[in-house]
């Protein structure tokens, strides 16, 4: 029998007690997303949506480490080196239409996050109608490090965060942790992670009634310290104003931040700058579509493979910008992008 024959399914689903249970099933690759995982999961909830013996859904991630890292970047990457451009639209298109799939779902749709949940696993949580987090829940959106964009629904979900936390988090792509997670709404209870399996019990007994239950008190929120910092400095819509308040304000903090934007691609920092301004007047659909107009231009750019080699493949943090600061940045080349 072949490998390929014994390898377990990168998605489980099973329908029990009422419950519709979904597990991402690559914990190897800290459940990473690929094409085959997104095309299962549309499948089970396509299948559920209208099944009777299904009240609720439930999705969590094997092996205790992730909830789901992410969209599949070093294949992103490897298809756009091959000139395979529409295998790579192929992967943001079904992504995207599962995500707005979740964000529509008729029934309760309970994200269990323990562990990382980054870009693509955000995608999978925050458009659901409850959203679970341990104590060792890790949230971010860091796609600026490795030149793409938040994105995901990122552009409408984002803006629409507590102040200005939406633009820090997509700029600086910082890790946020469970309490600051129910600060800033990404989150809607924390449950630890001893109390999971009796949690699922609950909920196949009796309901959503089970998540009140068993949520205990947030964790505090450095959040919610920076706060007003925060809403301060990244007031402007453009990154060489965010980088001015930064540098006014010149404490700790701030240099801080200074220091992390420092290594991100520039043309990433203003493109997403740009997609959050549209996104905050925008629907969901029309940002998902915005979205993946963007990913067309953003892919081929020279940055992206860069920052996935750098960041990913070799691992070597030192990727080469082009241009290499924000302020050699093109404002005219980067609203070119939404073209």
């Known amino acids: 029998m072949s490998d390929a024959a014994l390898a377990e399914p990168t998605v489980l ?38 099944d009777p013996a299904v009240r609720l859904v439930t999705i969590e991630g ?39 799939m979740i964000a529509e779902y008729p029934k309760p749709y309970v994200a269990l996050i323990d562990g990382i949940s980054m870009g693509g696993g955000m ?18 959106m860091p796609e600026t490090a490795i030149a793409l964009f938040p994105d995901i629904g990122a ?31 990404l989150a809607t209870h924390h449950v630890p992670r001893a109390a999971l399996e009796s949690l699922k019990a609950g909920l196949a007994r009796s309901g959503l009634a089970a998540l009140e239950a068993h949520a205990h008190r947030p964790p505090e929120s450095l959040l919610a310290q920076a706060r007003a910092a925060i809403d301060d ?58 979205e993946l107009r963007l990913t067309r231009k953003v892919i081929v750019h020279p940055d992206f493979a860069e920052g996935v080699r750098a960041q990913v493949v070799d691992k070597t943090r030192d990727p080469k910008w082009r241009p290499a600061t924000v302020a050699e940045v093109d404002p005219a080349a980067i609203l070119a992008m939404f073209d």
Not at 251 to 265: E, G, I, Y
């Open 13 to 50: 689903a099973e329908v029990a007690n009422g419950v519709g249970r979904l597990v991402l099933n690559r914990p190897k690759a800290l459940n990473a997303l690929d094409l085959d995982m997104i095309r299962l999961l549309t499948e089970a909830l396509e299948a559920w949506r209208e």
């Open 62 to 100: 094997a092996g205790g480490r992730a909830f789901c890292a992410g969209g599949d970047v070093r294949a992103i990457r490897a298809f756009v080196l091959a000139g395979e451009l529409d295998a790579a639209e192929a992967f943001f298109a079904s992504e995207y239409r599962l995500n707005r």
């Open 123 to 140: 995608g999978l949580s925050i458009h659901g109608s409850h959203r679970v987090v341990t104590e060792h829940a890790v949230m971010a």
């Open 155 to 185: 552009s409408y979900f984002l803006p629409r965060l507590p102040g200005r936390l939406g633009l820090y988090l997509a700029l600086t792509g910082a890790r946020i942790s469970p309490g600051d997670a129910i600060y800033a709404r």
């Open 233 to 290: 400095c990244f007031a402007p819509d453009t990154v060489p104003e965010i980088l001015a308040r930064l540098e006014a304000r010149g404490d700790a903090w701030a240099k801080a931040q200074l220091d992390t934007l420092a290594r991100m691609s520039p043309t990433s920092l203003c493109v997403t700058a740009e997609l959050l301004r549209r996104g905050a007047t925008m629907s969901l659909a029309d940002c998902l579509a915005m």
